[in-house]
């Protein structure tokens, strides 16, 4: 049975930081593609950004391109989301996931066969 769990989430400052973690089991990260998207209240889930099974190949939205850095430590089969500058719309439950092989559409949510709860990310002063 696959289980991705993510933490880090919390209550931030404007122009503060947080790093998402998400640890595996279940599933290898480097096997495929990961990623992480987020969902606001009212709105679709959002792409974020996503590492390929090489940890080479990483993509982005482009509402957070220099602002968020996808990595991943493969021996401890986690995923991270360093978050930086981040800004009240930045406020969302950021989700994980995985997929079984590596997906050409990597943006889209429905590429992706696993997935975490969520955590809740909050940006205000």
């Known amino acids: 049975q696959v289980q991705l769990e993510e933490s880090g989430g919390g209550v931030v400052q404007p122009g503060g930081s947080l790093r998402l973690s998400c640890a595996a089991s279940?599933?290898?990260?480097?096997?495929?593609?990961a990623a992480w998207f987020r969902q606001a209240p009212g709105k679709e889930r959002e792409f974020v950004a996503a590492?390929?099974?090489?940890?080479?190949?990483?993509y982005y939205g482009d509402i957070v391109r220099g602002r968020f850095t996808i990595s991943r430590d493969d021996d401890k089969n986690t995923l991270y989301l360093q978050i930086n500058g981040l800004k009240p719309e930045d406020t969302a439950v950021y989700y994980c996931?995985?997929?079984?092989?590596?997906?050409?559409?990597?943006?889209?949510?429905?590429?992706?066969?696993?997935w975490g709860q969520g955590t809740q990310v909050t940006v205000s002063s």
């Open positions: 590492i390929a099974w090489n940890g080479q190949n990483t």
């Open positions: 996931a995985g997929s079984k092989s590596s997906p050409i559409f990597v943006k889209r949510a429905s590429v992706y066969d696993y």
């Open positions: 279940g599933h290898r990260f480097s096997t495929s593609m």
